[in-house]
């Protein structure tokens, strides 16, 4: 189980099969799962499936209302030579307040500092700068391109990667 880790504005807790309605706030959005690798999800019972199914994914909630906002997983090995990936997603009238670097930088400093990472990977599709910035503003520099379908095999993107190997983290 993955411990909760607080910052300035965020709270990130293990998610749980009780957060599906708040969860399908960005999971059934469109706008949101566009350049995701799963589709967008069409019911609350889908998401409740999905939630039955993880263990180490951070929910986002938001310390001034208590918003679940988001969700995000960092592990080893998701690209192999010791890299540690990591992902994010966040609902839409979240985007472009800080949440996403926030929140991704607590998930590096916790496996740097509990787990021993020190190289770290991710990727986004081109078609999405935005996800590009929040990987640069946690310490990552672009590597080079690469691609990835969804989950489903319905859409392919070019994506560009990224990567940091930290011997101190820059924050």
Request: aromatic share 16%; glycine share 8%.
């Amino acid at each position: 189980m993955i411990p909760t880790i607080e910052t300035e504005r965020l709270i990130l807790r293990p998610l749980t099969v009780d957060d599906a309605e708040a969860v399908f706030q960005w999971t059934g959005d469109e706008r949101v799962t566009k350049y995701m690798n799963y589709s967008t999800y069409s019911s609350v019972e889908q998401v409740r499936e999905w939630l039955e199914t993880v263990s180490r994914v951070w929910g986002f909630v938001r310390k001034s209302d208590g918003l679940l906002m988001g969700s995000g997983d960092i592990s080893p090995d998701k690209f192999g030579d010791d890299f540690w990936g990591f992902g994010y997603c966040f609902r839409f009238d979240c985007w472009n307040k800080g949440y996403c670097t926030e929140a991704t930088k607590a998930m590096i400093k916790y496996a740097f500092e509990s787990c021993g990472a020190r190289k770290f990977m991710a990727q986004h599709a081109v078609q999405n700068p935005a996800s590009g910035r929040v990987m640069e503003k946690c310490g990552l520099t672009f590597s080079e391109y690469g691609s990835y379908k969804k989950i489903d095999g319905s859409c392919e993107f070019k994506s560009k990667v990224y990567r940091a190997v930290f011997e101190k983290l820059p924050y």
